[in-house]
């Protein structure tokens, strides 16, 4: 079974920059694609980034777009998102998971970590 950890969240003043990683353990993840999902307060969880399975294909969405950015390390197990020129906006908590899930998914989710935007 496959679990996820995500860390790196903080406050951070608008246009900083964060890096988010997410720990995956389990057999064969690095065969599947992943994918980082949001949260903000009082909304309904939402698509962000996925990258392929060997990381050469990556898809963003248009909220964030030019600023984030999704890779991954097989070797370490691991799945980055470089967030920069962050606003007040992108405030949210943020989860990875399989790049086939949904923000309606009900497996596979962490803890996620939180990011607030603020000055």
Known sequence: QVQVEESGGGLVQP??????SC???????STYGMAWFRQAPQA???FVAEISWNGR??????AVKGRFT??????????FLQMDN?????TARY????????????TGWGQGTEVTVSS
Request: charged share 25%; with cysteine; net charge negative.
């Open 15 to 20: 246009g900083g920059s964060l890096t988010l």
């Open 23 to 29: 720990l995956v353990s389990g057999d064969q993840w």
């Open 44 to 46: 309904d969880r939402e």
């Open 57 to 62: 294909r990556t898809r963003i969405s248009e």
């Open 70 to 79: 999704i890779s991954r390390d097989n070797a370490q197990n691991t799945v």
């Open 86 to 90: 962050l606003k007040p906006e992108d």
């Open 95 to 106: 989860y990875c998971n399989f790049a086939s899930a949904t923000p309606d998914s009900t």
